[in-house]
């Protein structure tokens, strides 16, 4: 006898009713294609999920696993990134899970207006990431084989002092320069985007990028004006040495898509 494993259903994001199907390849978590749920004038995409990973007391375990969270998180993208070529998705925060059907459309009914508000300011616009790095100095020559030992006698304890203080500065001058870059290129995208908004530091023991991570930012960027945008941040970030400015997008529109009430 076959015993089934109880599903649960995870809700990817809501959007507006649209013509055609989801691109091949939208696989979510699991391999499972997601479907789409229509109730009212919302849609839900939501797939199938084991209970055994996604119910409340196994998932909060789940979430301190950072290799099945990067997972998830990896297949949760990959359904909004194909949503964002059909319509325009409101991204629901990583792990909403309803118990059925029934509680979908409880999630769509009771936060229905909520949605309908965040769907029709994300219409038509994109979000662009932009992080500025205060980059490490680049390495002086190596300290012959016992400086060190000699820091401690004379003229080499002197020369050692001084290395390491002109280091330090280094360093502080180079932040110093990062920070600058920041306050202008913020002020100007700020202005340029529908929206904007500063995330926390990138850990770089998660993100692996090397540098102090000074800016954080995401901006809602109207899908048409995303070329000047582009543009724009080229023509800000200069030639500094030892700050680094990245861009990436354009994304679905996560940072602006609101708090997001749990399953149901």
Not at 93 to 109: F, I, K, M
Not at 168 to 173: D, I, V
Request: glycine share 12%; charged share 25%; with cysteine.
């Amino acid at each position: 006898m076959t015993i089934r494993t109880p599903q649960l259903r995870y809700v990817y994001a809501v959007c507006r009713p649209f013509d055609g199907i989801l691109p091949e390849g939208a696989h979510g978590i699991g391999g499972e294609p997601p479907r789409l749920l229509r109730h009212g004038d919302l849609v839900a995409v939501v797939g199938a999920v084991p209970a055994g990973e996604f119910d409340e007391a196994p998932l909060r375990a789940r979430l301190e696993d950072l290799d099945w969270l990067a997972g998830t998180a990896r297949a949760h993208d990959a359904v909004i990134a194909a949503l964002t070529t059909v319509t325009c998705p409101l991204p629901l925060r990583l792990a909403t899970v309803c118990r059925d059907d029934s509680g979908v459309r409880r999630l769509l009914e009771e936060g229905h207006d909520r949605f309908v508000q965040a769907l029709e300011r994300l219409d038509g616009r994109v979000e662009w990431g932009v992080k500025v790095y205060a980059d490490p100095e680049p390495q002086q020559a190596r300290e012959p084989a016992g400086a060190a030992a000699r820091a401690s006698s004379g003229g080499g304890g002197r020369d050692y002092l001084r290395r390491r203080l002109q280091e330090r500065r280094g360093r502080e001058e180079g932040l110093q320069r990062a920070e600058d870059v920041c306050r202008r290129l913020h002020g100007a995208l700020a202005g340029y985007a529908e929206a904007g908004t500063v995330h926390p530091p990138q850990d770089a023991r998660l993100s692996g990028a090397t540098g102090v991570n000074v800016l954080n930012a995401a901006y809602l960027v109207d899908r048409e004006r995303s070329e000047g945008f582009v543009e724009l941040v080229g023509s800000l970030s200069g030639e500094q040495e030892g700050v680094r400015v990245e861009l990436t997008g354009p994304w679905a529109p996560y940072s602006f898509a609101g708090s997001t009430e749990g399953g149901a």
